[in-house]
């Protein structure tokens, strides 16, 4: 019970902090971003299920190009969801912008290397990426390309990213339409600092052609390292500079306007099992990775779990994060508490919006719900 008044203050203050950013630097900032994805695959989720009134941008995860053609090969069946996608949350939800991703964690990095190398290849994959967008109703694209391996190709996508700006102002005007949006999902951070080859990503082209870029957040540990257990999307992390708030930084450090940052936030946690199951904080020793598939369970999922098991929940003020363990299972996530104070956080910031990877993680809402909440800033200039 001391916990849970802990929570609450806590809660009161990160909402306090949000009503002073709000009260400052409203008026001329461009409408907030509250986003998220929507897998395809998504079983027993369709796009009907979907709260929209939480949201304003909801993206199609994911197409891919095909590797012969360079152009988005539909078939029926992906055809008929994409026209339900974009009916279904128009419908809904009018202000709703829909936007389809290209390419996503399990995509080939090396197709992309591919097209972005070359002129004739880059224009035939905008072109089709434009035809699929307007064929099916959509209001923008994302790009998410997981991830340019090499500076070389870091210069590439530069290219790809201007001439598919010039494409979709050029379309827009031909038919007469606001211009697709125009997006891409990033790495944390703006340079890929702990990678052997580093790399950049394309500063000076991301500020003129892109709407906003969306730095993913998390992922900062997996089970690719099954020895100790981890914050998977700190805020802060006072050994390293793998940290959302290092991440945010950077980008704002390299020149892009904190209105084109829309920040990564995760529906979903990341478990190891215990070396000792008293020793069972941030960076305790593990033996192995837990439940879920690949030791990543969602947020539901985390939340049955730590209820059936009655495992005990933390809240850590120092990364701001949460975790929870019972036994010798652990598990690092982020609950509203949390998500509320990165939110603060951004705003403070000044930060567009933020996104959630995946809608469907949190099927009772109660993230997503706080997270709109928490966001006051730009809501009266919401309204139509
Ligand atoms: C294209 O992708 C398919 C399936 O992923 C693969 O079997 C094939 O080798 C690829 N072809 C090329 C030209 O890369
Ligand atoms: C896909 O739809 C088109 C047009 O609606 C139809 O002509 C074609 O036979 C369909 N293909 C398959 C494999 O069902
Ligand atoms: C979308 O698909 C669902 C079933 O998956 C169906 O009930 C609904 O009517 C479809 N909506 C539209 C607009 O086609
Ligand atoms: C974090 O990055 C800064 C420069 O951006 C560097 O000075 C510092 O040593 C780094 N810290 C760690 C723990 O790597
Ligand atoms: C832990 O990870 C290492 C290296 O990836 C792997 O070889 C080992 O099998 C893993 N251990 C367990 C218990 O999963």
Not at 249 to 278: F, H, Q, T
Not at 316 to 342: A, H, M, N, Q, R
């Amino acid at each position: 019970m001391a916990c849970i008044k802990y929570y609450m203050s806590l809660l009161s203050m990160a909402i306090c902090l949000t009503t002073m950013a709000a009260t400052s630097s409203v008026l001329a900032s461009p409408p907030a971003v509250k986003a998220a994805y929507w897998p395809s695959s998504s079983e027993n989720f369709p796009p009907s299920a979907i709260k929209t009134s939480l949201f304003t941008h909801i993206y199609y995860a994911f197409l891919n190009p095909s590797n012969i053609t360079y152009k988005f090969e539909i078939t029926n069946s992906t055809a008929i969801l994409l026209s339900n996608f974009t009916t279904t949350l128009h419908h809904k939800t009018p202000m709703v912008k829909t936007l389809f991703s290209i390419g996503g964690g399990g995509s080939d990095s090396s197709l992309f290397a591919l097209i972005a190398s070359n002129p004739q290849s880059r224009k035939v994959f905008i072109s089709s990426a434009l035809e699929v967008a307007r064929k099916f109703g959509f209001d923008g694209l994302d790009l998410d390309w997981e991830f340019p391996k090499t500076p070389k190709e870091m210069h590439d996508l530069g290219h790809l990213f201007h001439e598919w700006r010039l494409a979709i102002d050029n379309e827009a005007k031909a038919t007469n339409q606001p211009p697709l949006l125009f997006t891409a999902a990033v790495y944390f951070s703006v340079d890929f600092f702990i990678d052997t080859i580093y790399r950049k990503y394309p500063v000076d082209s991301i500020i003129q052609n892109l709407d906003w870029v969306s730095p993913m957040c998390f992922d900062y540990h997996g089970s690719w390292d099954n020895t100790t257990t981890g914050a998977h999307a700190a805020l802060y992390d006072p050994t390293s500079n793998v940290s959302t708030s290092y991440g945010l930084k950077s980008w704002l450090r390299a020149g892009v306007p904190e209105s084109k940052l829309v920040m990564g936030l995760p529906l979903y946690g990341k478990s190891w099992i215990l070396k000792e199951s008293n020793s069972n904080g941030i960076g305790s020793p593990a033996v192995a990775i837990g439940p879920g598939e690949d030791g990543v369970l969602v947020f539901y999922e985390v939340e049955e779990f730590n209820k059936k098991n009655g495992a005990t929940v933390i809240y850590d003020l120092e990364s701001v994060s949460t975790y929870s363990f019972v036994g010798s299972t652990w598990i690092g996530y982020d609950d509203p508490i949390s998500t509320t104070i990165k939110i603060g956080y951004a705003q403070a910031l000044g930060l567009r919006g933020y996104f959630f990877w995946a809608v469907s993680f949190d099927h009772e809402w109660k993230i997503s719900t706080q997270a709109s909440r928490a966001w006051i800033l730009n809501d009266w200039n919401e309204t139509p």
